[in-house]
C-alpha cells in the first residue's frame, strides 16, 4: 500500500481492494436469519398476547360466557412459551449459542408440544361441530373451536419456522467459530 505522500505499491494498479470488501457469507446468512427470528419473535408475541387475553378475560370474568368462553387446558401451558422467544431476544444481539439451544429446546416444550396436546384435546369438539353443527363455546360470536384451531394453525407455522431458522442460524454461528479456531 501507498502513503498519501509516496508512490504506489509495485505490481498493484489499486483495484486489488475487492476481496477486502466483501462480506464473508456467513455473515451475511445470520444477519439475514436474526431478522427472520425476530419478525417470527412479535408474530409469537402477537399470539401468545391473544391467548393470553382470553385466559385472563375469562378467568377474571370481565365479559360474559357468551362473549368469550372458558379457555382449553392447552392453553395454560402455552403461556409458557414466552420464555423460548425471551431466550430467542436474548440471544440474538451477541451471537449467544447456549440462549439459542435453551430457546430452541423450550420451543418444543412449550411451544410445540401444548400445540399438539390443544389439537387432540379439541378434535371431538371440532368434530361435533362440523358434523352435527353443535356449538358450545363462543369467542365474540364465532364458534370457539374454529377460533383456536386458527391459533393452532398460526402458532405451528410460527415456531416450526423459528425452530427451523435457529437450526440454519446455528450452522452459521458454528460455520463462524470454527473458521476463527483455524486460524
Known sequence: MASRAGPRATGTDGSDFQHRERVASHYQMSV???GEIRKLNYAHIVVWVLVMAQVVVSQLKLVSHN?????????????????????????????????????????????????????????????????????????????AVSVMYLVLVIGVQVHAWQIYYSKKLLDAWFTSTQEKKKK
Open 32 to 34: 439475514a436469519l436474526k
Open 67 to 143: 362473549m368469550v368462553s372458558a379457555p382449553y387446558q392447552w392453553e395454560y401451558p402455552y403461556l409458557l412459551s414466552v420464555i423460548p422467544t425471551v431466550f430467542s431476544f436474548m440471544a440474538l444481539p451477541k451471537n449467544n449459542i447456549s440462549y439459542l439451544v435453551i430457546s430452541m429446546i423450550s420451543a418444543g416444550l412449550f411451544c410445540i408440544a401444548p400445540i399438539i396436546y390443544g389439537g387432540m384435546e379439541m378434535f371431538p369438539v371440532a368434530q361435533q361441530a362440523f358434523r352435527h353443527g353443535k356449538v358450545y363455546r363462543y369467542i365474540f360470536g364465532f364458534s
